[in-house]
């Protein structure tokens, strides 16, 4: 793994957190022992986790404010 985020990390690093459901815990282990500055890690981790929050506030506002959520909307066309 050295060598890819030697030669690329930071592209690498933005993809993985751009994953939904990976454990970004374990990737943050990996990376903080690997040869990537700090900064450059946090820069690309907190822009790669950008795009999951925003959906995922958006999605808690709508629910908040009574609008269908995934859920409620498998329920109503009929699927449980």
């Known amino acids: 793994m ?3 985020v030697e030669a690329e990390g930071a592209i690498l ?3 993985i957190y751009l994953i939904p459901g990976l454990p ?3 990737v943050c282990y990996l990376f903080g022992v ?3 500055p700090f ?3 946090a820069e690309v981790s907190t822009l790669g986790r950008m ?3 925003w959906a995922l506030s958006a999605q808690g ?3 908040a404010a009574g609008g269908q959520t995934p859920a409620a909307a498998r329920r109503s066309l ?3």
């Open 2 to 4: 050295g060598f890819l």
């Open 13 to 15: 690093c933005f993809i």
């Open 24 to 26: 970004k815990d374990i």
């Open 34 to 36: 690997s040869p990537m």
């Open 39 to 41: 900064w450059v890690f």
């Open 51 to 53: 795009p999951g929050t």
């Open 61 to 63: 506002a709508k629910a």
């Open 78 to 80: 009929g699927a449980s």
